[in-house]
Structures are given as structure tokens and as C-alpha cells.
């Protein structure tokens, strides 16, 4: 009553508002307080007031109690304060503001709180380019430097030997049993390299003439002396002396060989003259750059193939169409394909020259996409269709169009030459692929323009062969010779050899006979389908006085099957796939393909140089090995001794020159892995030197302030902002700090990626491409 609040007789009500209740401290001083979790029973078990409800109404008409005198999860133990040594001891404190009479409301545990966070973003190294220049100023020090990497990675330190090992005697190891080398001058040769000898000279003759022309693998290092396998073994060496001469190390690089398959030879049925056929419409496509040509009938075109437009109009249009050449670049129907061009309208009608002739085969030709034909023979009822071809060598272009290096499917392919002209088709002749292909059984190193050397092919008894030209047979049956049939001794040449068992043909030989009999034979036409254990004969009829027949039995060695045809000769590769490669040598004339077991061994003495990874990568991203250890970088025309040039791809170099402060950026060469490591002093341009063979690869910290370039601005002509250049930007334009990262010698698998970008300009710059990624 009065100023008093009703019921504040009750413990609870004079509890919870002191304000009303003025003497509730000296009631509550005059009474037994209840326990903590007592009090908070009691507070659960009171009556609800309407004006001072301890919770909140929610929808439906249902009340929610939400104050409480401790964390609702961890309740006090103690009877007389609340326990505040547990896991949540902080939290009950505040709680429960210290004693037992705070109340705590649980709903502001779900209510937002101010908070401050702040937010960095980390240093990113990525590199911009300055196209066609290098520096000329100040390269990091290769030779020298402190940075061990760089070092090791000269050029000229990992992958160059000496030119010339001049050799100064030969002597025996301890055992005797091998040759040793002793060359005139410290060398690097390593155990396992190769070494081939040239020009050597000793006294006596012998030992040099063992030597000239071989290949040995070097089997131990002592000191300066080089110790050669077995194979190179010479009992005398210690008594010989080698006055001149040169011992060239060579890269070793070796594939297992599983299969030699001939020079396939097509017989062509007919030469069909190039197409020539109207278009409909040819529109516009801005967005794309492109325009879309329309033909009234099926243009069987694929993309890829090359044409050739005329007579388009309006002339406007024809201004940048006619009597151009534009490659296909898609085929979405069999009426439409589309072409690289910006033509301001539409087109009307115009005139397709498709700038191929097909040529028809009377079986499947297998031959590869892109690889070289020579076609001969052809025929026609005039003299031009078979002045065109007959005599010219053509890449395949298939049909269906394959990869480069696949093989083509059907009868029919393609030869880039425009023959639409010429009065008629032509018919017959044949089509020779030029190289020889040759299966590995492992993937191999090798690379177009290596030079590779077969060794080891032994001959494969399924196989026929040719017998081997000049050979001695062995005769097994002698022919009687009527004395006096000869005076002296004489020579029949060209005498045919007949098949007694097996199914060879063609085949002749040379003979000395006197009156003793045939005293030599020798094969002097090879023939083909021969094999080992044949029996031949030579009729008494073709010698004269002979009054029996002389019989021959053929060994493995007197045959020879093509891959024996291969043994110690060297061929250029001229094109590769994964495990195969094609070597520029017309095998057509082989009666089979030969299964066989051998080595294909790459090597390289031009110019005395070999080259080998010493201390750089050796195997890619594949786990490849990478035999040259990115030396195709080293030219020792360019490069002296104490060249800083780095022999590594581009994200070697990258990553190099971000590990060293006073890199300032570095120059790449564009076709080989080969860069310069620059010091600050390449900052300003005045150091640039034009050159097309080389960038400039600029390293910057992405994400952080730099100064304004020398021409005032940051931003690109488009406005786009190229360079932060306050702290603001650096949350705001965060695609500054894109970077890409380079995997030299890979492209992604074209049917894996979800587009290609087409790019016109043959000059488009590797910026651009990152720009518009």
C-alpha cells in the first residue's frame, strides 16, 4: 500500500524489485536465504503477474521464461554462492554479477553485438611482361652466385662438355682386362656416358682402326683415366700410343623396339579435282568476330578445311572476302560453318573453292594424319592433273579429319592443292607414306630432328626377308663338274637360285667355278620371303659342265628382315607420337613389317657437343624423365664460359628469381628454356634492347601499394585499373592479384576442355590471353 508495492511480504517479489520494496533488505537480513538452485525453484514455482512476467509472450498464447540467476547449461553446486571454479567459470561470474541476487536474460545471447575484424591480404608474386625487349644491363652473376640453383643451372656449367677430349695413350686396368683412356686435360665424364672416337691416329695402326667409329660406354672413372666397357676391349693397349684423335661424349637416350611396320604404298583409284560451289548467305557476328556462311546444299566442309571465296557480293562485302583464303573454323549444320572476319553486312551469294583434292585408295590406306605422301602414277586423259601430283609429296589430311599422328580411317584422304581448274580427274598410280614407322615398348624421349642409331635387332624367324646382298651361302650339296670344263677359274653372275623347300622367289647368285667345282657363292639379288633353314638350289643346266645340282642351306644371318636392314645406321626422326616415331627412310620395298626385339639409341655429335642434365630437372610434371635437363637452351654460338644465361623453363625462372631479393625481373627467351636473371638496374627502360626472340618478365608484389609508372597512370585505356596504387584498392581490385602459372611443354587435352578461344592475330601476346581469361 502507498508507495509500497503489493506483496512485497514475499520473499521473491521484495527480491526481484528493491525499488518498490524499500525494506526488503531488512526482511531478507531477518530470514534464512534460500540456496541458489532453491531460489531459482521457487522463482519457476511463483504465481505470474501480468506487469512483471520474468520471460515473454509468443505467438500462439504460450509464455517463455528466459531470466535466470546462473548459466542455464552449469548450475551452481554450492548452496551459498554460485561455483565459479568450473569450465564456465568467466561466464557464470558475469552471469551472475558476482552474487546470487543477479539476474541474467538469456535472450541477449541471440541478440547481434558490435564487432570489429580486420582483414589482410598476403604478398602474391606474379610477373608482367615487356614484349620483344631484354635488358642489357647488369645480370645477376650466374657463375658465382650464392644462390647454389643458379649456379648449377648455367647453361654452360650443366649441360656442356668439352668439345674435344684429346687422348694422350691407352693402357690396361689393374685386371687387365680392360682399356683404359688417358686424355690430355681434365675432362667431366661421368660413368655411363657414352663416348665415340674419331680421327684417332696410333702406333701400331690396329688399335685406332678398333677404335674409329665406335660407340663404348664408359665403365669406370679413376682420377683423370676413363675406363671403356668390354666391348671396347683391346689386349695391346698398353703398348699403343694415339698421336691424334678425338674422344666426343654422346647423349645416351635409348627406346626398346617392339615393331618396324614398311612404308605403306596406297594404290590409288581416282584423283578427284578440288570442289567449287555456290553460297546462299554470309552474316555477320560481331560478338564472335566471326560470319557464318550459308550454302543451299550439303558442303560436306569439316573444320579445319581451308577455302577460298569469290564473287561475293554486295561489294562492300566483297571488299574484305573476295579472293581470300579463311580456314573453317565450325560446322554446326551441314548447310552452315563459320570463318574468321568482320564484314560491316550481310552477304547475298558468292562462290566456295575448297582448296584440297581428295584422293581415293582401292583399300584402306593407314595412313597418319599430317603425314608426307609421294604420289606417282597417276593418269588422265589430259597432261594436268598428272603434272600436279605425280611426283609431289603431300601431307595426309584425312577424312574424317584425325589428330596429327593418328591414323585415318577409310580409303579416302585429302592433299592440300587446288585442282578445281583442271579439265578432268586423273586415275591409277600409287601413294608412298615416306617415313617408316617404328613402336617402342615404352614411351620414348626422342624429339623431331633427333638423330637415332638401331643396334641390336636381331633377325625375327617368323618373318620373311631378302637375303643379304654380297653374303657367302653355305653349300650343303656340291655339283659334279665334268673335267675339263674349265681351263681356269671362272665367274657366273646373276644365276637363279630356286626354291627347293619354303616359299621365296627371286633371288640370284654369283659363282666362281673351275673344274674342281663351285669354289664360292655368293647371294647377288636378294629376293623376298626367305627364311632360315630354306634349301635352294642351282640347277646343273646354269653351270656349265655341271652334271648335278649345287644345294644351299640357309643360316638366320644370310636373311634379312627389316629390322636387320636398320641395324648400326643412323635416321633423323621426322615425326613422333607417344610411342612411336617415323624415320625419313623408304622401307616399301620389305616384304613384311617386322616384329622384333632392339634398340633405338638417340645421340649427338654435332660439333663435338653432347648434352645432358648434370644438375637441373629431369623429369617433368608427368614424372617423365627429361633427358636434355632443359638444356635445348644452350647455344654455343650465343653463349661464352661465364654466361649468366639459366638453362630452365619460364616457372623455374619465375620461381628463382622470386626466391632472390636483387631480382628485379628476368629475360625469357621465347623458344627455348633459357632466361637472364636482371638486377634492379633493369627498373628503367632505357636498358631495353629490341629483340623479337626474347620478354621481359617484370617481378611485382601483387596486393601491395607501388608508386605511379613513369607515365602518371594506373589505369589501362579502358579504364580497367592496371596498378594499386592506394591502400583503398587493394580490397577493391583484388583481380590484380591474379597470377598464372606456366607448365612448359603442356596443353590441355583438347577433349577435356570445355572451350577453345580461336585467335585470329598470329601475334597475339600472352597478356592478352591472360587478359581476356
Given at each position: 500500500?502507498?508507495?509500497?508495492f503489493q506483496?512485497?511480504?514475499d520473499?521473491l517479489?521484495?527480491?526481484?524489485?528493491?525499488?518498490?520494496?524499500?525494506?526488503?533488505?531488512?526482511r531478507?537480513e531477518?530470514s534464512?536465504?534460500p540456496?541458489v538452485s532453491?531460489?531459482a525453484?521457487?522463482?519457476?514455482s511463483?504465481r505470474?503477474?501480468?506487469d512483471r512476467?520474468l520471460?515473454r509472450d509468443l505467438e500462439g498464447g504460450?509464455?517463455?521464461?528466459h531470466?535466470?540467476?546462473?548459466?542455464p547449461?552449469?548450475a551452481?553446486t554450492?548452496?551459498?554462492?554460485?561455483d565459479?571454479?568450473?569450465?564456465?567459470?568467466?561466464?557464470q561470474?558475469?552471469?551472475?554479477n558476482d552474487g546470487?541476487?543477479g539476474?541474467?536474460?538469456t535472450?541477449q545471447?541471440?541478440?547481434?553485438a558490435?564487432?570489429?575484424s580486420?582483414i589482410t591480404?598476403?604478398?602474391?608474386?606474379?610477373?608482367?611482361?615487356?614484349?620483344?625487349r631484354?635488358?642489357?644491363?647488369?645480370?645477376?652473376?650466374?657463375?658465382?652466385?650464392?644462390?647454389?640453383?643458379v649456379?648449377?643451372?648455367q647453361?654452360?656449367?650443366?649441360?656442356?662438355y668439352?668439345r674435344?677430349?684429346?687422348i694422350?695413350?691407352?693402357?690396361?686396368?689393374?685386371?687387365?682386362d680392360?682399356t683404359?683412356?688417358?686424355?690430355?686435360?681434365?675432362?667431366?665424364?661421368?660413368v655411363?656416358?657414352l663416348?665415340f672416337f674419331?680421327g684417332l691416329?696410333?702406333t701400331?695402326?690396329?688399335?685406332?682402326?678398333?677404335l674409329n667409329?665406335r660407340?663404348?660406354?664408359?665403365?669406370?672413372?679413376?682420377?683423370?683415366?676413363?675406363?671403356?666397357?668390354?666391348a671396347c676391349?683391346?689386349?695391346?693397349?698398353?703398348t699403343?700410343t694415339?698421336?691424334t684423335?678425338?674422344a666426343?661424349?654422346?647423349?645416351?637416350?635409348h627406346a626398346?623396339?617392339?615393331?618396324i611396320?614398311r612404308?605403306q604404298?596406297?594404290t590409288?583409284?581416282?584423283v578427284?579435282?578440288s570442289?567449287?560451289?555456290v553460297?546462299s548467305?554470309i552474316?555477320?557476328?560481331?560478338?564472335l568476330?566471326q560470319?557464318?556462311?550459308?550454302?543451299?546444299?550439303?558442303?560436306?566442309l569439316?573444320d579445319?578445311?581451308?577455302?577460298l571465296?569469290?564473287?561475293v557480293?554486295?561489294?562492300?562485302?566483297a571488299?574484305?572476302?573476295?579472293e581470300?583464303?579463311?580456314?573453317?573454323r565450325a560446322?554446326?549444320t551441314?548447310t552452315?560453318?563459320?570463318?574468321?572476319g568482320d564484314?560491316p553486312?550481310a552477304g547475298?551469294?558468292?562462290t566456295?573453292?575448297?582448296l584440297?583434292?581428295t584422293?581415293t585408295?582401292t583399300?584402306?590406306?593407314?595412313?597418319l594424319?599430317?603425314?608426307p605422301?609421294t604420289?606417282?602414277g597417276v593418269?588422265a586423259?589430259?597432261?594436268?592433273i598428272e603434272?600436279a601430283v605425280?611426283g609431289q609429296?603431300f601431307?595426309v589430311?584425312?577424312?574424317?579429319?584425325?589428330?596429327?599422328?593418328v591414323?585415318?580411317?577409310?580409303?579416302?584422304?585429302h592433299?592440300a592443292l587446288?585442282t578445281?581448274?583442271m579439265p578432268?580427274?586423273?586415275?591409277d598410280?600409287?601413294?608412298t607414306?615416306t617415313?617408316?614407322?617404328?613402336?617402342t615398348?615404352?614411351r620414348?624421349l626422342?624429339?623431331t630432328?633427333?638423330?637415332?642409331?638401331?643396334?641390336?635387332?636381331?633377325?625375327?624367324a617368323?618373318?620373311?626377308g631378302?637375303?643379304?646382298a654380297?653374303?657367302p651361302?653355305?653349300?650343303?650339296a656340291e655339283?659334279?663338274?665334268t673335267?675339263?670344263?674349265?681351263t681356269?677359274?671362272e665367274?657366273?653372275?646373276g644365276i637363279p637360285?630356286?626354291t627347293?623347300?619354303?616359299?621365296?622367289?627371286?633371288?640370284?647368285?654369283?659363282?666362281?667355278?673351275d673344274?674342281?667345282?663351285?669354289t664360292a657363292?655368293?647371294v647377288?639379288a636378294?629376293?623376298q620371303g626367305y627364311?632360315?633353314?630354306?634349301?635352294?638350289?642351282?640347277?646343273?643346266?646354269?653351270?656349265t659342265?655341271?652334271t648335278?645340282?649345287?644345294?644351299?642351306?640357309l643360316?638366320?644371318?644370310d636373311i634379312?628382315?627389316?629390322g636387320?636392314?636398320?641395324?648400326d645406321?643412323?635416321?633423323?626422326?621426322?615425326?613422333l607420337t607417344?610411342?612411336r616415331?617415323s624415320?625419313a627412310v623408304?622401307t616399301?620395298?620389305?616384304?613384311?613389317?617386322?616384329?622384333?626385339?632392339?634398340?633405338?639409341t638417340?645421340?649427338d655429335t654435332?660439333g663435338?657437343?653432347?648434352?645432358r642434365?648434370?644438375?637441373?630437372?629431369?623429369?617433368?610434371?608427368d614424372?617423365?624423365q627429361?633427358?636434355?635437363?632443359w638444356c635445348?637452351?644452350?647455344d654455343?654460338?650465343?653463349l661464352?664460359?661465364d654466361?649468366?644465361?639459366l638453362?630452365l623453363?619460364?616457372?623455374?625462372?619465375?620461381?628463382?628469381?622470386?626466391?632472390i631479393a636483387?631480382?628485379?625481373s628476368?629475360?625469357?627467351?621465347?623458344?627455348v628454356?633459357?632466361?637472364y636473371?636482371?638486377t634492379?638496374?633493369c627498373?628503367?627502360?632505357?636498358?631495353?634492347v629490341?629483340?623479337v626472340s626474347?620478354?621481359i618478365m617484370v617481378?611485382?608484389v601483387?596486393?601491395t601499394?607501388e608508386?605511379?609508372?613513369?607515365?602518371?597512370a594506373?589505369?589501362?585505356?579502358?579504364?580497367?585499373?592496371t596498378?594499386i596504387?592506394?591502400?583503398?584498392?587493394?580490397?577493391t581490385?583484388?583481380?590484380?592479384r591474379?597470377?598464372y602459372?606456366?607448365y612448359?611443354g603442356?596443353r590441355?587435352?583438347?577433349t577435356?576442355a570445355?572451350?577453345y578461344?580461336?585467335v585470329?592475330?598470329n601475334?597475339?601476346?600472352r597478356?592478352?590471353?591472360?587478359l581476356?581469361?
Open positions: 500500500t502507498g508507495s509500497e506483496g512485497c511480504e520473499l517479489l521484495a527480491t526481484l524489485c528493491p525499488g518498490s520494496c524499500p525494506s526488503a533488505t531488512r531478507l531477518a534464512t536465504a540456496a532453491g531460489f525453484h521457487a522463482l519457476r511463483t505470474r503477474l501480468e512476467r520471460g504460450d509464455f517463455l521464461e531470466y535466470y540467476t546462473f548459466d547449461f552449469v551452481p554450492s548452496s551459498a554462492a554460485p565459479c571454479t568450473g569450465t564456465h567459470a568467466e561466464a561470474r558475469a552471469m551472475l546470487a541476487t539476474m541474467f536474460d535472450f545471447l541471440h541478440e547481434a558490435a564487432t570489429q580486420s591480404c598476403p604478398q602474391v608474386v606474379k610477373y608482367t611482361h615487356v614484349y620483344e631484354y635488358c642489357k644491363h647488369n645480370n645477376v652473376q650466374a657463375p658465382f652466385h650464392r644462390n647454389r640453383e649456379v648449377q643451372n647453361c654452360i656449367s650443366k649441360c656442356t668439352n674435344d677430349i684429346a694422350s695413350g691407352f693402357t690396361l686396368n689393374a685386371a687387365g680392360r683404359v683412356l688417358v686424355p690430355q686435360q681434365q675432362h667431366n665424364v661421368q655411363g656416358d663416348v674419331e691416329v696410333s701400331p695402326a690396329d688399335f685406332a682402326t678398333h667409329g660407340r663404348c660406354a664408359v665403365e669406370e672413372i679413376t682420377d683423370a683415366d676413363v675406363t671403356l666397357e668390354e676391349f683391346h689386349a695391346d693397349a698398353d699403343h694415339a698421336g684423335g678425338t666426343v661424349v654422346v647423349l645416351v637416350e626398346e623396339l617392339s615393331l611396320e612404308t604404298v596406297a590409288i583409284t581416282t578427284s579435282r570442289r567449287r560451289f553460297l548467305g552474316a555477320p557476328d560481331a560478338t568476330a560470319a557464318v556462311v550459308t550454302t543451299p546444299e550439303n558442303h560436306g569439316e579445319g578445311d581451308s577455302i571465296l569469290s564473287t557480293s554486295p561489294p562492300t562485302v571488299a574484305r572476302l573476295n581470300r583464303t579463311f580456314v573453317v560446322v554446326p551441314a552452315t560453318f563459320s570463318i574468321a564484314i553486312e547475298t551469294h558468292g566456295i573453292t575448297v584440297s583434292t584422293i585408295t583399300a584402306d590406306h593407314a595412313f594424319q599430317g603425314q605422301v604420289i606417282a593418269t586423259a589430259d597432261t594436268g603434272t605425280n609429296t601431307d589430311i584425312c577424312e574424317p579429319r584425325q589428330a596429327v599422328g591414323v585415318c580411317v577409310g580409303n579416302v584422304f592433299v587446288n578445281v581448274d578432268g580427274d586423273g586415275a598410280g600409287t601413294a607414306g617415313p617408316t614407322t617404328i613402336t615398348k615404352q620414348h626422342f624429339q630432328g633427333d638423330t637415332v642409331v638401331f643396334s641390336d635387332i636381331a633377325p625375327d617368323s618373318q620373311a631378302v637375303l643379304v654380297g653374303r651361302l653355305t653349300k650343303t655339283a659334279t663338274i673335267a675339263g670344263s674349265y681356269q677359274a665367274q657366273l653372275t637360285l630356286v627347293t623347300t619354303g616359299t621365296g622367289a627371286g633371288a640370284t647368285a654369283d659363282l666362281t667355278v673344274d674342281s667345282g663351285v657363292i655368293s647377288a636378294g629376293g627364311k632360315a633353314d630354306d634349301i635352294l638350289t642351282v640347277a646343273a643346266a646354269s653351270i659342265g655341271a648335278s645340282a649345287l644345294q644351299v642351306t643360316a638366320p644371318d634379312s628382315d627389316l636387320l636392314a636398320l641395324n645406321a643412323a635416321f633423323p626422326v621426322v615425326r607417344d610411342r616415331f624415320i623408304d616399301s620395298s620389305q616384304p613384311a613389317d617386322a616384329a622384333l626385339t632392339g634398340l633405338a638417340r645421340y654435332a663435338g657437343l653432347a648434352l642434365a648434370r644438375n637441373g630437372p629431369t623429369r617433368d610434371l614424372g617423365r627429361l633427358a636434355e635437363g635445348k637452351g644452350t654455343l654460338a650465343e661464352l664460359p654466361t649468366n644465361a638453362c623453363p619460364r616457372e623455374e625462372c619465375e620461381r628463382i628469381c622470386a626466391s636483387e631480382c628485379h628476368f629475360d625469357m627467351h621465347r623458344k628454356p633459357r632466361c636473371l636482371n634492379d638496374d627498373a628503367s627502360t632505357a636498358g631495353f629490341e629483340d626474347y620478354d617481378k611485382r601483387a596486393g601499394v608508386p605511379l609508372t613513369s607515365d602518371g594506373n589505369t589501362g585505356v579502358d579504364g580497367t585499373v596498378q596504387t592506394t591502400e583503398a584498392q587493394k580490397f581490385h583484388d583481380e590484380l591474379d597470377y602459372v606456366t612448359t603442356r590441355c587435352d583438347p577435356k570445355s572451350a578461344v580461336r585470329a592475330d601475334r597475339v601476346t597478356g592478352q590471353c591472360e581476356a581469361c
